[in-house]
């Protein structure tokens, strides 16, 4: 079962929305005894980083999460700043990130952004995916929503699995083994993401 961790800083009403179309079996967790039945877990996250990582931190489930993807090797996506505390640190804050994918979280050049409005990067953009099989039948130029000022640099470009433009190519997902994550809201993104969270749901046992 796909476990949705609660831990104060995502819209998990959305995601419970669209693998209610899929009819796709979810829990959602805010304590760590929930998670002994998870087969895959979404980790979302809207905020700063150093919010979202002491909010995890002190959720009491990050020892558990960890447990279930680095011994018992499921599947996990992090979405938005879901995606950015899995990284080693940020621009943004003090905290130490997750790790689990080395790069650091980088703030845009708005020197190379020729808008008016510059940062947040705020509304759709198309995306260039690569390998992976949460993009299985997702085209090239798919277009995604998005709202953020940072994003994720990979310190291994092959961890790199879809890129976007905002004033310069950006990682945009990224993937390490069972560790999968993307910078844009799937659960706000019609299709295009209904079909990547089916995507994800089908690596789950």
Not at 2 to 26: E, H, R
Not at 33 to 41: H, K
Not at 103 to 125: A, C, E, L, Q, Y
């Amino acid at each position: 079962m796909i476990s949705i961790v609660d831990y104060g800083c995502g819209n998990i009403k959305a995601f419970q929305n669209v693998f209610k179309k899929l009819n796709v079996p979810i829990q959602v967790v805010t304590q760590k005894e929930d998670l002994a039945n998870a087969s895959g877990i979404i980790l979302p996250g809207v905020g700063a980083f150093d919010f979202v990582m002491r909010s995890f931190n002190n959720s009491g489930m990050r020892e558990s999460v960890e447990s279930k993807i680095f011994e018992e090797k499921i599947p996990v996506l992090g979405v938005c700043a879901g995606m950015q505390i899995m990284a080693s640190s940020s621009e943004e804050g003090q905290e130490v990130g997750l790790g689990w994918i080395g790069g650091t979280v980088r703030h845009f050049d708005t020197s190379t952004i020729p808008f008016s409005t510059k940062v947040p990067h705020m509304g759709w953009n198309s995306i260039s995916p690569t390998h992976s099989k949460i993009f299985s039948g997702i085209e090239h130029g798919a277009r995604y929503y998005f709202v953020h000022t940072y994003y994720f640099d990979p310190e291994n470009s092959t961890n790199s699995i879809a890129t976007s433009n905002y004033g310069g190519e950006f990682t945009c997902a990224v993937e390490k083994e069972n560790i999968y994550g993307v910078q844009f809201h799937p659960e706000k993104s019609h299709s295009a993401g209904i079909e990547l969270l089916k995507n994800f749901s089908e690596l789950v046992c």
